[in-house]
Nanobody, 115 residues
Framework: QVQLVESGGGLVKPGESLRLSCVSS????????MAWYRQSPGKQRELVAVVSSPDTTSYADSVKGRFTISRDNDKNTVYLQMNNLKPEDTAVYYC?????????WGQGTQVTVSS
């Protein structure tokens, strides 16, 4: 069972930045597709960004140009750099790994953007 542990969430003001981290306990991290999702109260969980092997990335339209997903295979870690945060970015952010048809989720980290 792969365990994913997210960190880096918090309370920030509009326009500020945060970097989320997700550490995976799984093997073969370098070939795992890693993704960040988010879920706000009353809304469905939505895909924010994905990075597949080796380093192909894609983003939701709402975060393009502001968020960057990256990975460090030596540290089994995926990051989400979030710049110019907006109140509508407020959500619980989840990390997901996908390998050979098996998905694993982290417990989530809260991001709140408020003045």
């Amino acid at each position: 069972q792969v365990q994913l542990v997210e960190s880096g969430g918090g309370l920030v003001k509009p326009g500020e930045s945060l970097r989320l981290s997700c550490v995976s306990s799984g093997r073969f991290f370098s070939i795992i597709t890693m993704a960040w999702y988010r879920q706000s109260p009353g809304k469905q969980r939505e895909l924010v960004a994905v990075v597949s092997s080796p380093d192909t990335t894609s983003y939701a339209d709402s975060v393009k140009g502001r968020f960057t997903i990256s990975r460090d295979n030596d540290k089994n870690t995926v990051y989400l750099q979030m710049n110019n945060l907006k109140p509508e970015d407020t959500a619980v952010y989840y990390c997901k790994s996908s390998l050979f048809g098996v998905d694993n989720w982290g417990q989530g980290t809260q991001v709140t953007v408020s003045s």
